[in-house]
């Protein structure tokens, strides 16, 4: 089997040179992992993982470091075997297809470009293995030169390059044979902080230009809910849950998904029983059965009041009030000394008049409850 | 951009002290016996010189040396980048024994070696004699010369490669196989470029040592004059002999090969640096800062 025959970008809808068959945007499922597990000695670093990716998309693994994401990936690309399960690429089963064959562009998170080769003989590199007319070499290669910024630096040696133009070099020269999938591991991960968020916007761009399907590993929420249309969460070798990004962190499935995503407070169900002082109209909150569950809600989903005004919540004390520019942060502790904390805008802070050491009241707008510990366990307080 | 060392000038009297020490170390042991012999070699005229070289002893003596040295570098050559690839890429039982006993050439007196070789080898063993009577004699023979070289030289070039490719990972070769490419080609465009310094840095040594092998070969080879006598050992049998000029005279060429081996690979290597990493600072300007680029 060979890569489809190297031409300008592969139009949305357009023909699959090899299959000559129709590839709509989000059709077809182009990664298709079944049950895949692989151990390591005795670490389970992959455990029956299965999900589909549409063709098209830009999905993120996300996960901390040792959930398997990068495992996964390998597996993929072929460069891992897995000990079970299966991998099909673009309809085809590819579980046991050698690397060479399985046309995947890879992109590592320290660039790994041929040293001893140019800017141009690094991206050349693919259509020369698979024999691409001298010719046609140049036009592609000068295409993506302009694609990633690069032309003026054809000539360089990756040593002379910096950490952003590297990466730059090692996308086109992944995308130089037409992948049929592109695979990123943590791709931006060795670069500095602004390099990083110029580069994930570009990626973003280059995305919508050029639809190739493309599975991006990180194990940085803002990154993955910033380039992606999807986002696979995974713990422990498992999946947690998959979705959209906005959809992950209105509704997460487990304990897990809700601490890994964004700030959240993690209350003890005995430290919210019993505290409703308006019995009448109590909190709405559904106290788990179990006595592990837990209660999470987010720092700007609480609500803070310094009179009563006859509505439910829950008594505090400000221990530190910090301004962050037009947010502000409250620590704030409930009676039983647990401490919580709230974001809210530093106007309303401003017009309520609230100072540190001042008593008031904390009610929740949103909140989820687990019975299953998350990351943390239900005792810890706080956890960022 | 490294620090610039300070001129002579610019020293504190304790750093120029230590400057004059190893300067004065450096001609004492190196520079010092280098010239005597030199001077000794060259005293008599070119023309004495190139007699003593021309004996048919002396000729014969270098060309064996030539015949060993040329196989042996081939073989350990081609051994060397296979066992450097099977020690870092690949885990197998026994994997941290045979790297540790990689290095016992180094460790062993060639002597040892030598005669390690003779008990299994010679013509009283059991292979030796069986090896002897189809017709392949070993030792006092070519064969057991090379034997003795290959042993005395065959860490060389495995350890002048296995820190580059520790170094540079598998990711470079993980690409090339996303890319289309087989092992035999990601082989020969990026393995091989990758360690073709440290290959011709390794088996420049093993040239080196080869030239100046003398243990292993004296107990090898029987030192039979005009059959199995190499240079070295022809040096030893002219000293021995109360001949010495003819011994210096050979040690002239064969220390003179050595060293303009090594200046070879230095401006080799100086020429390869200048071409794959910047020094030119113009060149860095326009590319943007360097920056370091670690792997964890």
New interface residues.
């Given amino acids: 089997m060979r890569?489809p025959s190297p031409g300008l970008s592969n139009p949305p809808g357009g023909i699959d040179n090899k299959t000559n068959r129709k590839k709509p945007i989000g059709g077809l499922m182009d990664i298709v992992v079944r049950n895949l597990s692989k151990r390591f000695g005795s670490f389970q670093a992959v455990d029956n993982v299965s999900f589909a990716i549409p063709g098209g998309q830009l999905v993120a693994l996300l996960g901390p470091s040792g959930s398997g994401k990068s495992t996964i990936l390998r597996a993929i690309?072929?460069?891992e075997t897995p000990d079970s399960g299966t991998i099909e690429l673009v309809g085809e089963e590819a579980t046991n297809l050698?690397?060479?064959?399985?046309?995947?562009?890879?992109v590592?998170q320290?660039?790994?470009?041929?040293?001893?080769m140019t800017v141009r003989q690094n991206i050349a590199?693919?259509l020369e293995?698979?024999k691409v007319p001298k010719g046609e070499i140049k036009s592609r290669v000068d295409e993506l030169l302009g694609l990633v910024q690069m032309s003026n630096?054809a000539d360089?040696?990756p040593?002379?390059?910096?950490?952003g133009?590297?990466q730059r070099v090692?996308l086109a020269?992944?995308l130089?044979?037409k992948?049929r999938v592109l695979l990123l591991d943590e791709p931006f991960g060795?670069l500095d902080a602004r390099v990083r968020d110029e580069l994930r916007v570009w990626l973003r761009r280059l995305h919508d230009e050029s639809h190739v399907t493309s599975l991006f590993v990180t194990h940085d929420q803002q990154e993955a809910f910033e380039v992606c249309d999807q986002v696979v969460v995974l713990n422990k070798g498992r999946v947690e849950q998959m979705g959209p990004p906005q959809e992950l962190y209105e509704k997460p499935a487990s304990a897990f998904v809700t601490e890994f995503l964004g700030q959240v407070n993690i209350l003890k169900a005995e430290t919210v029983m019993g505290m409703d002082i308006d019995d009448e109209r109590p909190l709405p909150v559904p106290l788990p059965g179990t006595p592990g569950g837990a209660i999470y809600v987010r720092p700007h989903d609480l609500e803070v009041s310094v009179i009563r005004d006859n509505r439910p919540g829950w008594p505090a004390t400000i221990r530190r009030l910090t301004p962050l520019g037009w947010l502000a942060r409250l620590e704030l502790t409930l009676p039983d000394g647990t401490a919580v904390h709230v974001q809210i805008t530093h106007s309303a802070c401003q017009e309520m008049g609230l100072v540190q050491g001042q008593d008031v009241y904390v009610r929740p707008r949103d909140i989820k409850i687990f019975e299953e510990p998350g990351i943390a366990s239900p005792t810890a307080d706080y956890v960022i | 951009m490294k620090p610039q060392g300070r001129t002579f000038e610019t020293m504190s009297w304790p750093q120029r002290f230590l400057v004059l020490a190893v300067l004065a170390w450096f001609c004492l042991l190196i520079l010092g016996p280098a010239a005597a012999l030199l001077r000794r070699a060259l005293a008599p005229g070119l023309g004495a010189f190139v007699d003593a070289l021309t004996q048919p002893d002396a000729l014969e003596s270098l060309l064996l040396t030539g015949k060993i040295t040329l196989i042996v570098t081939i073989c350990n050559t081609i051994f060397g980048i296979a066992m450097a690839l099977v020690l870092v890429r690949q885990r197998f039982w026994g994997h941290r024994l045979m790297d540790a006993m990689l290095d016992m050439p180094f460790a062993v007196s060639p002597i040892i070696a030598g005669l390690m070789l003779v008990i299994l080898y010679g013509p009283r063993s059991s292979l030796g004699g069986w090896l002897d009577s189809i017709g392949i004699p070993i030792v006092y023979h070519l064969p057991g010369m090379i034997l003795a070289g290959l042993f005395v030289t065959l860490p060389l070039v495995v350890r002048s490669i296995v820190p580059i490719l520790e170094e540079?990972g598998s990711?470079?070769e993980?690409?090339?196989?996303?890319?289309?490419?087989?092992p035999w080609?990601t082989f020969c465009?990026?393995t091989f470029?990758?360690i073709r310094w440290g290959i011709a840095y390794g088996a420049a040594m093993v040239v080196a040592r080869c030239l100046g092998e003398f243990g292993a070969l004296l107990v090898v080879s029987g030192n039979v004059i005009g059959r199995t006598q190499t240079a070295t050992l022809y040096v030893h049998e002219q000293v021995e002999s109360f001949e010495p000029y003819g011994a210096f005279a050979m040690s002239t060429v064969l220390a003179g090969v050595s060293f303009v081996l090594l200046i070879g690979l230095e401006l080799l290597q100086n020429h390869i640096r200048r071409?794959?990493?910047?020094d030119d600072k113009n060149?860095?300007s326009i590319?943007?800062?360097?920056?370091p680029?670690r792997?964890h």
């Fill in positions: 890569f690309a072929g460069l050698p690397t060479k064959d399985r046309g995947v562009g890879f590592f320290h660039y790994a470009l041929f040293r001893h590199f693919g293995i698979q630096f360089r040696y040593i002379q390059l910096s950490g133009q590297r090692a020269r992944a130089a044979p992948p060795a | 540079v990711d470079q993980e690409v090339a196989s996303t890319l289309g490419a087989g080609v465009r990026v470029p990758t071409r794959q990493f910047a060149e860095i590319a943007g800062p360097i920056k680029t792997r």
